[in-house]
């Protein structure tokens, strides 16, 4: 995951665009229901979730090019709603890139500088200076058929940035790369755009993309956020069953209260009991979902003693025992299916720490799984 560098994260303190209960309707239909919040100065905001969501819509809104049915967009403390697209101090990436063909690298950088009419020489310092942020300095001649996938996303950035936007708006950003370049090109993006300072609003399906690049996350569906956080809150924390299910893998139990203490909770589920080592917002025989990652539970073949589970109360908590259904190697981890006498397929994920090593596991044997009381996260909604 990526850091924010000491200077943006002072920088991400002060609040610059504002949303206030914004709503788009297409023919009847309500694309963004009621959305509001606050992006912060010099942030990376990822807009997440599946499509449909609204979280195009809401972007496009932001840029101008859809008007809201109602709501309010406050930018470093203008209205923008009443101002055009090209008058606005935003520019957007689109997933195509969108790069002139017949123009060379530099004058596709150059383009919306000539069109508002900057002084030449100006104009080819900033072109200078952008194609050298992007390390591009030596491809400045190429038409974009001559780039690489990468390369092209780069030269679309340095075009967006090039005019000094006060917000970048970056719409699926890296959905056109394959896996490995677009990890790689994850890393660059948010480089440079750390470098630049400015702030940017990025609209992704990628959960992988949106925990790697941005500050903070703002899980969208059905046109409204659901939850807004740092990517480690959003996952390790969620608000509701939907995030948790959205984020990650994560198995689900639904259960009922049956003790609720201050310091600690107890949950009856059809597949065994849950001890949690908190309190809930929640009352005694009160329906809910019980999350745990795949990554929090420990898999083995004998029943865990006492002294191995710590925070479980007493035995037979936390502890479910079942068949291994499936097993599937992915070099860095392992990832099993063990089916439950109730009929759940609880998935746990293994780290292959050494090579070659063996976890002495086969389908179809019986195991122990067991896992911590401080990692089960309750979720009342």
Known sequence: MTTASPAASAAAGQPFLFIRNLVKDFDG?????????????????????????????????????????????????????????????????FQSYALFPHLTVWDNIAFGLRRDGLPKDEIAARVDKMLSLVQLSAYGKRKPHQLSGGQQQRVALARSLAKRPQLLLLDEPLGALDKKLRERTQVELVNIIEQVGVTCVMVTHDQDEAMSMATRIAVMSEGRILQVGAPGEIYETPNCRFVADFIGSVNLFQGR??????????????????????????????????????????????APLPEQRSHQGENGRNCM????????YFGNETHYVVRLASGMDLKVARTNAARHEESGFQRGQRVWAWWDGSDVVVLTS
């Open 257 to 302: 209260v049956t003790e609720d203490e201050p310091d600690h909770v107890i949950i009856d589920t059809p597949e065994g009991q849950h001890y949690v080592t908190h309190g809930i917002t929640g009352t005694e025989r009160m329906e809910v979902s019980v999350a745990v990652r795949p990554e929090k539970i420990v898999l083995q073949l004998e």
């Open 29 to 93: 239909v309500r694309a963004v229901n009621d959305v509001s919040v606050t992006i912060n100065k010099g942030e990376i905001f990822a807009l997440l979730g599946s499509s449909g969501c609204g979280k195009s819509t809401l972007l496009r809104m932001l840029a101008g090019f859809e008007t809201p049915t109602s709501g309010a967009i406050q930018l470093g403390g203008q209205d923008i709603i009443s101002v055009p697209p090209y008058e606005r101090p935003i520019n957007m990436m």
């Open 321 to 328: 025992q079942g068949t291994i259904a499936s097993i599937s």
